[in-house]
């Protein structure tokens, strides 16, 4: 290891940079994080600066030596080479620290990549050598660190004196706590809830269960519509529940080692009802499990998350809901149709075109409006009904008509027509599941992009 990454305390220690411009900004703004008292100096310093450093030091004069009395840290941030050497030269005479930018040879420290969740702090370094990939495995890791791992860190802090009282062996504690951040009070931590995360980091009993669940959209189709705090708990899950809309590129995502289970509806395949897949959510947790609910689009939008939920309410379970991106907001960018526009609509509405009873039974004389876009979820059985309902409720039969068939995907496609001519469109094409139908003035707006 050629250099030793240590965290620096800069609170109010005197600190040189040598440099006026863009690049000195850079590091003024890092040192400023951690409260360094600045000095700095060049012949001409630019306006932003002036305006960042308006309470520290600010000498409009060429570097000399004298400048680094009384200084932990010296950053040469210049284009000038003959002046950075001189800088990292008298440095190191003096056994001041010194960090000369871009240049790794002149330097005896270097500033590592840097994942700030405060009090927790990852750098990553490659000894100045290859910043690119520092900077990529810095965001790797980011992916992986949840922003609200700052609540977490605070907590750990707090509670670490009684956590002291309470077991004073070291060893213990430190197994206590690697155990706590397992349970779902790490999770209650970062949320903000320091009553329930006191309870499992208290707990060296181990009375309460570490099971939970999460329930997360997993988007419409593409892997990479899904959200960070989505990858974040694919990564965490030990068991995961899924339905058949969720695509196996999503599926792919998962942690490697995890227990997959369908719990979808799909032809030649036992379909598990959703009472035996809420039983099945609070059994697992019960078990200690840490349970991934993956839900198609956002599991609050036709997607039964509220029977879900208050299921692993009665039973006491611990769990989370993350959003995921609706099939109408993922199907309409991927096809180009806006679902409001200033001149074409002012609103929009998800309707389910689910047949019940064989009827699809709807209000149909709300979704008259020309200036709305109506979005129909499962739609395509009671195409023909939905057509002729929203014509006889007065909708124009001319009003533009979308089919968009496995949005968001590589087999995705997009049929257009209008409400007098889309049953007939459909009977002559192959379309495949799942669809969604878009019906609205927005839907010619594709033609222009
Ligand atoms: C039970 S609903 C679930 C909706 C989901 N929770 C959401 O927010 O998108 C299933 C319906 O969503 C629509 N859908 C979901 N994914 C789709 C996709 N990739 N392309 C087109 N329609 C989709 C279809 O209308 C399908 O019948």
């Known amino acids: 290891m050629r ?13 040189l940079v040598v440099g006026g411009g863009e690049i000195a900004l850079r590091k003024v703004t890092l040192l400023l994080k951690a409260g360094a008292r600045i000095t700095l100096v060049a012949p001409e310093i630019s306006g932003a600066l002036k305006e960042t450093l308006r309470d520290h030091e600010l000498l409009s004069a060429t570097y000399e030596s004298s400048h680094l009395d009384n200084k932990v840290l010296v950053v040469a941030a210049t284009e000038n080479e003959t002046v950075n050497r001189e800088v990292s030269g008298d440095a190191t005479a003096k056994n001041i620290l010194v960090n000369v930018v871009d240049s790794p040879e002149l330097c005896t420290v270097t500033f590592p990549a840097i994942i700030d969740r405060s009090p927790l702090v990852v750098s990553v370094g490659s000894a100045g050598g290859a910043p690119v990939l520092t900077r990529y495995v810095r965001e790797q890791i980011e992916l992986l660190l949840p922003e609200r791992i700052t609540q977490l860190a605070g907590f750990l ?7 002291k009282d309470l ?16 349970t779902p009070g790490a999770e209650a931590a970062m949320s903000g809830d320091s009553v329930t995360a006191e309870s499992y980091l208290f707990d060296t009993e181990k009375t309460v269960t570490s099971g939970e669940v999460y329930l997360v959209g997993a988007g419409p189709g593409d892997p990479d519509l899904l959200t960070l705090r989505a990858l974040q708990l694919m990564q965490k899950a030990e068991v995961v529940l899924y339905d058949n809309l969720v695509s196996p590129r999503v599926l792919d995502r998962v942690r490697r080692d995890a227990e997959m ?7 030649g395949y036992k379909s598990t009802s959703q ?12 078990d200690g499990k840490r349970v991934l609910r993956l839900k198609g689009g956002d599991p609050f939008i036709f997607g039964r998350g509220g029977e879900e939920i208050q299921k692993l309410i009665e039973g006491n379970i611990p769990f989370q809901v993350v959003p995921g991106i609706t099939a109408a907001s993922g199907c309409a960018a991927y096809a180009g149709i806006p679902l409001t526009h200033r001149e074409l609509s002012q609103s929009v509405r998800f309707v389910t075109g689910h047949p019940k009873d064989g009827k699809v039974d709807l209000p149909w004389q709300e979704f008259v409006h020309p200036m709305e876009t109506v979005v129909f979820y499962m739609g395509l059985g009671g195409l023909a009904t939905i057509c002729q309902q929203l014509m006889n409720a007065g909708r124009e039969a001319s009003t533009p008509v979308a089919i968009v068939s ?6 995705q496609q997009v049929l257009k027509g209008t409400l007098e001519s889309m049953p007939g469109l459909v009977a002559r094409t192959q379309i495949q599941t799942p669809t969604l139908i878009i019906v609205g003035d927005v839907v010619n707006f594709s033609a222009q992009i």
């Open 3 to 15: 250099y030793l990454p240590l965290h620096l305390d800069l609170k109010g220690r005197h600190v």
């Open 157 to 163: 802090a707090k509670t670490r004196d009684k956590l």
């Open 406 to 411: 496995k949005g968001t995907t590589p087999e």
């Open 275 to 286: 009472e035996d897949i809420n039983d099945l959510l609070v059994r697992l947790a019960k």
């Open 167 to 182: 077991l004073p062996d070291i060893d213990r504690r430190r197994r206590q706590t690697e155990d706590f951040l397992t």
């Open 261 to 267: 289970e369908f719990v979808g509806k799909r032809s």
